[in-house]
């Protein structure tokens, strides 16, 4: 079986039909569980106080905003090449649930920089970055809703995801990049001097599966629905010409 097969429409339609259910299950059920856990079950820090339970929320939002920009650079890259239809689409589908999860991280990040920095934002290097990667997302969906033709709509955003993937990038690096900076470096590494405290770092890898079963369930929703409006696209059109 070849993994092309899933970029046949009907084909895309029947596999995401069984594995919703699943998704939207395990989704439900690793977000109680982490933010329940993170928010009322584990300690105070002894710098941050309770505003270290923040993490619960904006560090799984600020990974998925990168990754799903990820997810929609390699759909872009396959539209390019093999333009498959269901990639365009999928690209399409992840950019609003990228763009939510982006605000997710720069409004938790302002909470949480506030009371640690004394400032609601300031021009650090991640800070920057991420806000431009917004910006991105937002043109990227703009783009989408202005070109009628779904095939130019598509090179051109893919073109898009491309230059943007370079602020995606610094969004993950900046603090490696450069050494300034109030952001503080990765929660998750696998240098454990940079690790959170174990009480705390597993709820968060708990949040973090389900902001990632979140983001595959969403996009399967809106690659389907996506693939049903083109579908009742082309009927209309047929409509018209018959």
Known sequence: MSIWEYANPKKFMQTSAWALPWAMGLTVL???????W????????????????????????AMMAINAWGMMLVTSLIWI?????????????AAPVGLTFTLIALVTGALWGQPMWGTWWEWDPRLTSFL????FYLGYIALWSAIENPDTAADLTS???LVGSVFAALSRYAVNFWNQGLHQGASLSLDKEENVSDVFWVPLLVCIAGFILL?????????RTEIRSRRLQALLARERVA
């Open 38 to 61: 993170g928010f009322f079950f584990t300690p105070d820090d002894y710098k941050q106080g309770a505003t270290v339970k923040i993490i619960y929320l904006h560090v799984p939002a």
């Open 215 to 223: 983001f595959v369930t969403m996009v399967l929703m809106r690659t």
């Open 81 to 93: 090449v093999r333009r498959h239809h269901v990639s365009a689409l999928a690209a399409k589908a």
């Open 30 to 36: 690793c977000l109680v569980v982490g933010l329940v």
């Open 132 to 135: 431009i990667l917004c910006l």
């Open 159 to 161: 073109i898009l995801c």
